[in-house]
Nanobody
Framework: VQLMESGGGSVQAGGSLKLSCARSGSPSYSFIRCGMAWYRRPPGKERELVSSIRVDGTTTYADSVKGRFTVSRDNAGDSVFLQMNSLKTEDTAVYYC?????????????????WGQGTQVTVSS
C-alpha cells in the first residue's frame, strides 16, 4: 500500500493550496476502507491531526483550521483531498496523508495504519 501526496508548495499568507493523496496497492487481506486523514508536523513540533474523513463521510477538523480547510474524498474512498484557504504562517508544516485499512476481523479502530511520505507546505508573511 502506498499513499502519494501532491499539491504542497510555497504560498503567501491568505493564499490557498489544495493537497491530494492517492492510494495505490491494497493489503493482502480483505479490508475495510475505514477512513483517511491529513496530519501535519510544524517545524520543531509534534505531529498533529489536521482533518479526517471516515467511511461514512463524517469529518473532523482541528480547531486551528476550522472554517479554513475542507477535507473531501473520491467516491471509491481511495483518494483524499485537503483544500486549504486563508493560509497562515502557522500552517507551515510537512503534511502527511494517512489511511486506515483494517481487516474484517479487526474492524476500524480510528487510527491510521498507512502513511504517506509527506509534502511541504510553506506559508510566508
Amino acid at each position: 500500500v502506498q499513499l502519494m501526496e501532491s499539491g504542497g508548495g510555497s504560498v503567501q499568507a491568505g493564499g490557498s493550496l489544495k493537497l491530494s493523496c492517492a492510494r495505490s496497492g491494497s493489503p493482502s487481506y480483505s479490508f475495510i476502507r475505514c477512513g483517511m486523514a491529513w496530519y501535519r508536523r510544524p517545524p520543531g513540533k509534534e505531529r498533529e491531526l489536521v482533518s479526517s474523513i471516515r467511511v461514512d463521510g463524517t469529518t473532523t477538523y482541528a480547531d486551528s483550521v476550522k472554517g479554513r480547510f475542507t477535507v473531501s474524498r473520491d467516491n471509491a474512498g481511495d483518494s483524499v483531498f485537503l483544500q486549504m484557504n486563508s493560509l497562515k504562517t502557522e500552517d507551515t508544516a510537512v503534511y502527511y496523508c494517512a489511511a486506515e485499512l483494517r481487516s474484517l476481523q479487526e474492524g476500524c479502530i480510528g487510527k491510521p495504519d498507512y502513511w504517506g511520505q509527506g509534502t511541504q507546505v510553506t506559508v510566508s508573511s
